[in-house]
Nanobody, 130 residues
Framework: QVQLVESGGGLVQAGGSLRLSCAASGRTFSTYTMGWFRQAPGKEREFVAVVSWGGGGVTNYADSVKRRFTISRDNAKNTVYLQMNSLKPEDTAVYYC??????????????????????WGQGTQVTVSS
């Protein structure tokens, strides 16, 4: 069993930055591929970023956040991060952390399509004002 708790959300002006954190319980954190997703009001939840389970951390991003967001993980701290720079009003959403067991390329690909996810966090609100 893995529990995920997000933090770091808040209100920021356009062009600003925020860093989200997701703390995971359990001793098997390093065996999970981790990802971030978001859901804006009236829209479906969408993929943001994913990082593989290894220390090297292979990553993949949605086109809308490439070169602005960076996902990383610290397996020693059981934590995954999402550094968000150059924020735009359209980034406003509830951001969710997720975990998928395994570390294959297929795991990452499935997660980017919101498949094969074993655990979700409760979400943290990010609001970007214009």
């Amino acid at each position: 069993q893995v529990q995920l708790v997000e933090s770091g959300g808040g209100l920021v002006q356009a062009g600003g930055s925020l860093r989200l954190s997701c703390a995971a319980s359990g001793r098997t954190f390093s065996t999970y591929t981790m990802g971030w997703f978001r859901q804006a009001p009236g829209k479906e939840r969408e993929f943001v970023a994913v990082v593989s389970w290894g220390g090297g951390g292979v990553t993949n991003y949605a086109d809308s956040v490439k070169r602005r967001f960076t996902i990383s993980r610290d397996n020693a701290k059981n934590t995954v991060y999402l550094q968000m720079n150059s924020l735009k009003p359209e980034d406003t959403a509830v951001y969710y952390c997720a975990a998928a067991f395994g570390g294959t390329t297929q795991t990452m690909e499935a997660m980017s399509m919101m498949r094969g996810i074993n655990y979700w966090g409760q979400g943290t609100q990010v609001t970007v004002s214009s």
